[in-house]
């Protein structure tokens, strides 16, 4: 009974190593539901259409004035055909820019925009990462409440091996009672994994905007992929796909967008107006009406808060310069680290898969033959089972952070390496 429970546990976990496309979907499906629901990144879309609707508004014009005058009307009488002077003036006044000025602005409001275009674009890759994280972090409870549960299983039926020899005068009543710690142990272990599953549940379902508690079942096992790209290449890949470089680069040419509107702000602005008076048909000149038309400008002569303004553009520009390069030097220190634990977790995962995990299997199924027929301590055995467990818990450790290093890169270089792309990845212009 005991021999063919312990050959499926390693037929399951040596040959059960696939996903197959539905589960894959599954993750896909979840990132794609996160994406259109999640108020976080909700509010980066919003806040990104809200400076996309200051474009027209700073290309456009001031609203023209009319106004309409009563002018020169004597105080005794206030009569319209007393005095010459007399009359209702109707006056048409629209201000104008100096050249440039208006073209500068919508492209200090298009910049902005494209900031924040940039940091919504990237918020759905770290959004992604964040679900993936949650996903992989899940599917490691369930398969080490999967293992302990089985390992609960073997150990009872040691429980009842140990009990067994000591009715009949073969074993020690010591090694019914290890036997008993070690199953409290893995109970103690077991209700440690379920708790932190209810952890690793709500995390997932609050980054899709669910309720915590809404169950998700990750599959029983994970496909093992390889990630088929260079250090370099990511680090490249970063630079050209991420779309939070777009918003640095986005950040400088805004501020050089200020320093030209800074600039022609030395220049004025013209305000062209025309009117039309009309006067009483009782005056003695019959009451002519007259037009006229003129233009004026502001004086720029306060110089001193030009140059502040002119300034303080460039001191933006040149902040802008610095902070783009520290962000550079970070998401190639955060490529480099992932892909280090990447590698590592891989190659772990890989010597505990095809090494540690087979050895510790075969070495337990040779204990518990031995212990049988009394040719090994109950110590040994026991070792036996406690090195299968922790080398099959320790596996599952080591493929999720794989993956959760695998879904850190995605994040940090702006592409996809395991599953599908984003969805709706055409928002990636930047314009």
């Not at 609707?53 to 319209?80: G, H």
């Not at 290890?178 to 980054?207: C, G």
Request: include cysteine; charge should be negative.
């Amino acid at each position: 009974m005991l021999s063919k429970q312990l050959f499926m546990t390693i037929v399951l976990f040596c040959s059960c190593l696939s996903v197959a496309w539905a589960e894959q979907a599954s993750l896909d499906h979840m990132v794609a539901e996160a994406l259109s629901h999640n108020p976080e990144l909700a509010a980066a879309q919003a806040r990104w259409e809200q400076f996309k609707y200051k474009v027209p508004q700073a290309n456009s014009l001031d609203d023209p004035m009319l106004s309409f005058s009563f002018s020169n009307y004597p105080t005794d009488t206030y009569s319209s055909d007393e005095t010459p002077m007399t009359g209702n003036e109707l006056r048409l006044a629209q201000k104008f820019p100096y050249p440039g000025k208006l073209a500068a602005r919508e492209d200090l409001a298009k910049e902005k925009a494209a900031w924040y275009k940039a940091v919504y674009l990237d918020g759905r890759y770290q959004l992604a990462r964040k679900v993936k994280e949650a996903w992989y972090r899940l599917y490691f409870q369930d398969r080490a409440i999967a293992v302990v549960e089985r390992n609960l299983a073997l150990t009872d039926q040691v429980i009842r091996l140990t009990e067994t020899r000591y009715e009949v005068g073969e074993g020690l009543q010591q090694d019914v009672l290890k036997a008993q710690v070690s199953r409290s142990k893995l109970l103690d272990k077991l209700i440690q994994l379920k708790q932190q599953r209810v952890s690793a549940l709500a995390d997932l379902n609050t980054q899709l905007n669910r309720a915590t508690t809404t169950p998700v079942s990750p599959p029983e096992e994970l496909d093992w992929v390889e990630v088929d790209l260079s250090l370099e290449g990511l680090q490249e890949a970063a630079e050209s796909q991420r779309p939070i470089y777009n918003a640095y680069r986005s950040l400088a040419k805004r501020f050089q967008a200020e320093r030209r509107v800074a600039e022609l702000n030395y220049r004025p602005d013209f305000t062209f107006w025309a009117g039309y008076r009309f006067r009483d048909d009782d005056l003695p000149d019959q009451g002519t009406d007259f037009v006229s038309a003129g233009v004026s400008f502001n004086l720029p002569i306060y110089q001193a808060k030009r140059d502040a303004a002119v300034a303080e553009a460039q001191a933006g520009l040149r902040t802008a310069q610095r902070q783009f390069e520290d962000f550079r030097s970070k998401v190639h220190f955060k490529i480099h680290d992932a892909f280090s634990r990447m590698q590592q977790k891989q190659e772990q995962a890989q010597l505990y898969r095809e090494g540690l995990v087979p050895q510790a299997a075969q070495a337990f199924n040779a204990a518990m033959s031995a212990y049988q027929v009394g040719k090994v301590e109950f110590l040994t055995l026991l070792d036996a089972l406690m090195k299968l467990y922790n080398y099959e818990i320790d596996y599952y450790r080591y493929q999720s952070e794989y993956l959760r290093s695998v879904a850190s890169l995605e994040a940090e270089a702006g592409v996809a390496l395991i599953g599908a792309e984003l969805p709706g990845a055409g928002l990636d212009e930047q314009r």
